[in-house]
């Protein structure tokens, strides 16, 4: 379904670049929830940074997903229906990964998502006619780009000796 874009053809055809928007979109509502799911745990616990963290990524992948579902409009193709469960994958994933390790593995499953996201738009973008979306996943680019700066950022803080308690 998606092996132009994943290639490296020199340009996408509409069907591709539908077919990448619609799996964006997927990822990018997977997203919310997961910081969701994740910004709630940290509030209930009172680990405010984190928390704040969480609230603006989400804020974030949220805009991302409306700027995808518009470029698809403006391109007259419909919202796949494989996206809807995107939606409860991130919910899960998020109290997994909770569960499992706390906020040291949610900072480092925080970066490996937005690192896959990153490696998307990057891509894309070099096989990408179209200027307007050109422009657009470059500043999903650099969103995610910094969610990921963020998240180590964290997680470097917290292993440094003397380091003030930046989940609280």
Do not use: C
């Amino acid at each position: 379904m998606f092996q132009n874009w994943r290639g490296r053809q020199a340009h996408l055809s509409k069907r591709d670049v539908v077919d990448f928007l619609n799996y964006a979109l997927a990822l990018e509502l997977e997203q919310v929830e997961f910081y969701r799911t994740q910004e709630r745990t940290a509030e209930r616990l009172r680990r405010h940074h984190l928390a704040a963290g969480m609230r603006e990524a989400r804020r974030v992948e949220a805009r991302h997903v409306r700027n995808l579902k518009r470029q698809l409009r403006r391109l007259g193709a419909k919202v796949s229906p494989l996206t809807a469960v995107a939606p409860p994958t991130g919910q899960v994933l998020g109290r997994t990964i909770r569960a499992l390790g706390g906020e040291g593995s949610i900072l480092r499953a925080m970066v490996e998502i937005e690192q896959k996201a990153i490696d998307h738009y990057l891509r894309v973008i070099h096989q990408l006619d179209d200027p307007q979306l050109k422009k657009l996943f470059m500043e999903h680019l650099v969103d995610e780009e910094f969610h990921a700066a963020w998240a180590q950022e964290m997680i470097e803080q917290a292993r440094r000796p003397g380091e003030r308690d930046t989940f609280r």
